[in-house]
């Protein structure tokens, strides 16, 4: 039952992964990518809806609507959102997004085990300052605020995972 629209959530995922690899990623390859796996992310999301409807059209369309009504108003929107997000990437050529920096600490991204005073810079004394990098942060810009692409983008994927469960669970609107 619903293979086809688990097939999407199970791509949605795997673009989710590779989005969030790349916007950790200190070191740009492929400077587009991040652009990119959104792009494919948001897609790919966006059918999960798309094929279910497809694949269980009378039962989609008494269920769906009360399903999504009983989202918090935060959820709806967001759902709306990203939607809107994936027809300016479709139809306009890239989603509501600008991109700054922030400099992070070397020693979480090493783990534990590098985390020494050998991965900083020694000053006058006893004191070691850590080394940092600089790493890319995305934002949609909304008219309710900016928000981080990666949580945004989580928090999607994990209402159409949501979706989709309930769906199968078969639970009745």
Not at 13 to 38: C, I, M, N, T, W
Not at 104 to 130: C, K, N, Q, R
Request: aromatic share 14%.
């Amino acid at each position: 039952m619903i293979a086809a629209t688990q097939r999407k959530l199970s791509e949605s995922q795997f673009f989710f992964r590779h989005l969030l690899k790349e916007g950790q990623d200190s070191a740009r390859k492929v400077p587009e990518a991040f652009g990119f796996y959104l792009s494919a992310f948001l897609s790919a999301a966006r059918s999960v809806t798309f094929t279910l409807q497809h694949e269980e059209t009378a039962k989609y369309a008494a269920w769906f609507d009360t399903w999504f009504g009983r989202l918090s108003e935060e959820d709806q929107d967001l759902f709306r959102f990203l939607k809107d997000q994936r027809n300016k990437v479709q139809k306009r050529g890239g989603a509501d997004v600008i991109t700054g920096s922030e400099y992070v600490t070397i020693s979480p991204l090493l783990g534990e085990h590098l985390a020494h005073t050998a991965h900083g810079f020694p000053s006058f004394g006893d004191d070691w300052f850590p080394t940092q990098v600089e790493i890319p942060v995305h934002s949609f810009q909304s008219s309710r605020g900016d928000q981080d692409v990666i949580s945004a983008c989580k928090r999607y994927l994990d209402l159409l995972e949501r979706l989709v469960n309930d769906f199968l669970a078969n639970k009745e609107p």
